[in-house]
């Protein structure tokens, strides 16, 4: 079983849409998750954490079920620039004291005009 | 922009030959991580490295290794390359050891393809 699964998607809405993808982990040891948005063929970027229960940043809203090792994201009024994959991330020590960042496969997502 | 930068930005290799990343961080980080990614799975950790010393590796077969300078920038170096090498290459700066998710910023990587 990997670390973090994700909705393998790909997740086609139309514009104004809300739109949810899911996130399970199997480290019970992770205290915070992530998730990061990646635009085809760039770098990944930051776009929230979940420390607690949840946290919510305009039309993003994150949620995280600690009993049942879920993470979720809901995006709600999609828009076109929203377009891209979605990552699911949980942290974990390495070998050694590294804290890497245990990625999962992405959810794609397309906001259709 | 993060301030990470990365060279070269594409490079194609042919099997068995060894390749070397360049990876320049955000200033004032001490911390760098390499990831590999495969089309179409999300990042994988390779190591990190802390003020010049391998701080921490994922499963990754010896052929990887890595250097940090004094100024804290990074080498990642493949050699033998496979094809299952092709892949964006990315290194990540933060500031400490905790390299939390948030603190770490990532580069816009190096694509590789092994022919």
């Known amino acids: ?113 | 922009e993060t301030g990470v930068t990365q060279s070269p930005t594409h490079l194609i290799k042919t099997r068995g030959q060894q390749v070397t990343l360049r990876c320049s961080s955000q200033s004032g980080h001490n911390t760098v991580s390499w990831y590999q990614q495969a089309l179409g799975q999300g990042p994988q950790f390779i190591f990190q490295y802390y003020r010049e010393e391998e701080n921490g590796r994922g499963n990754f077969p010896p052929r990887f290794s890595g250097l940090q300078f004094p100024n804290y920038s990074s080498e990642l170096n493949v050699n033998a390359l496979e094809l299952d090498d092709s892949a964006l290459y990315l290194c990540a700066s933060s500031h400490s050891l905790s390299g939390g998710a948030g603190t770490q910023y990532f580069g816009p990587g190096t694509r590789l393809t092994v022919l």
């Open chain 1, 1 to 113: 079983r990997k670390e973090v699964e994700q909705d393998p998607g790909p997740f086609n809405v139309p514009e104004g849409a809300t739109v949810a993808f899911n996130c399970t982990y199997s480290n019970s040891a992770s205290q915070s998750f992530f998730w990061y948005r990646q635009d085809c063929r760039k770098e990944p970027k930051l776009l929230m954490s979940v420390y607690s229960s949840g946290n919510e940043d305009g039309r993003f809203t994150a949620q995280l079920n600690r009993a049942s090792q879920y993470i979720s994201l809901l995006i709600r009024d999609s828009k076109l620039s929203d377009s891209a994959t979605y990552l699911c991330v949980a942290p974990r020590l390495s070998s050694g004291s590294a804290r890497q960042l245990t990625f999962g496969s992405g959810t794609q997502l397309t906001v259709l005009p």
